[in-house]
């Protein structure tokens, strides 16, 4: 296989680096509520879960590569461990890995050659499908009464924050121009320009 | 020489901590009862703050975020979990749901303080440089790695920049303020992402034009590992293997 062209390994690691940054200052916001919100707010911050898994969509959008959505998921945790600190720890690196195999799935089934709203829903889904029974057994949700509760709110969120807004910040990110140097920009070159979104 | 420089932990080899840290960090996983928890807890205090050099009240402030965790996964588990009560009225307390509480709680204190101690004694260089030495992780990664280390630094000031350009013209509030809510957020992480990944793609030039895109490469100030490193992973099994063992002794297995 190919390697990866030195261009997309800084660009995997840029989008940790942003995203970890955006993700830090939002927790910061988000603490002050779940104190506010006591018991309720262990179960309010699945809400955000499909925020986590952003990047592995818009690295695989944008680089149209096998294994990159799970390497910027695991990139993204490094960044958050050793640069920024997180309270996870390195168990953080095992979320990662499933979280980016459960969003490149949808990605990787069509061969990286469609990009349509279904297929980031389902990358969406399955990423947060995927590392539910992970955090179940981290976290002992399983034998608590509310862990359907759980397992709805954390799909729905995936869907909407992982897999939907991907999809509007990759055609957002597109138009921009700033892509076109990637294979997301060559392939809207060849199809004649960007506007035309499949 | 940093002041981290000067801790014990700081002259072993990095990826031998990163290796004993992963370890630790999934063991502490499989345990369920509060009291190893605990005693792996207070072991790691004192590794963080004689072993790392890490003063009490920087210490101390770090346990905060843990503390916010435990709040919530103690209540919720108390609350959720049936059990025999341990208060019946306003509400349902499971005495065995907030044992377990606490026990996940502790979990988060315990690795939470290991990899306290681990970034403490850690610079980032010397981490990426022992991976590519020991770990066999790829020059272009490391080169890339540390190079987002740079720009996260970055990070804020590119973020008040882009602030202070929206502010000219966002809307104002009451009080002559201007007004930003969540869109606003919105619009500058959009703004950022945009500038961050153009400057990716200069870095990237940057790089190769220095010879990190290909071939083999040399280091500079290469990072030792030395048989204390693995006298050191031998210790932290030594120690926690004698934790549950004493729990399990003292206690029953029951207790682990």
Known sequence: ?198 | MTAAGVAPLARRNPTAKAAVLLVVSLGVILLDAPAPLLALWLLALAVARWAAGIGWRRLLLAQLPFLLFAIGVVSVNALTRPGAPLLDAPVHLSAEGTVLGLAFALRGFVIGTASLAFLASTPPRELMTSLVQHARLSPRYAAALLAGHRMLEATPERWATIRAAQTVRAPLDRRGRPRFGLAGFGRTAFALLVVSIRSSERIALALESRGLGDGPRTVWHPVPLTRADALLAAAVALAVAAVVAACALTLGWHAV
Do not use: C
């Open chain 1, 1 to 198: 296989m190919r390697r990866l062209a030195l261009r997309d390994i800084v660009l995997l690691v840029m989008l940790g680096v942003v995203f970890g940054f955006l993700y830090w200052a939002l927790v910061q916001a988000w603490n002050g509520l779940a104190i506010a919100m006591g018991p309720a707010g262990d179960l309010a911050q699945h809400v955000l879960l499909g925020g986590w898994l952003l990047v592995a969509p818009i690295a695989i959008a944008i680089i149209r590569r096998p294994f990159v959505g799970i390497l910027a998921e695991v990139i993204a945790s490094v960044i958050e461990v050793v640069f920024l600190g997180s309270p996870a720890g390195p168990t953080l690196l095992i979320a990662a890995t499933l979280q980016g195999l459960g969003s490149e799935l949808p990605f990787a089934l069509t061969r990286y050659r469609r990009f349509g709203w279904w297929v980031y829903a389902l990358s969406g889904v399955l990423g947060a499908l995927l590392v539910f029974f992970y955090s179940a057994f981290r976290f002992g949700w399983f034998g608590q009464e509310i862990l359907l509760l759980r397992l709805g709110m954390q799909l729905v969120s995936g869907l909407v924050l992982g897999g939907l807004l991907a999809k509007v910040i990759v055609d957002a990110l597109r138009r921009t121009g700033v892509l076109d140097e990637f294979a997301i920009g060559r392939a809207d070159a060849a199809l004649g320009g960007p506007r035309r979104v499949g």
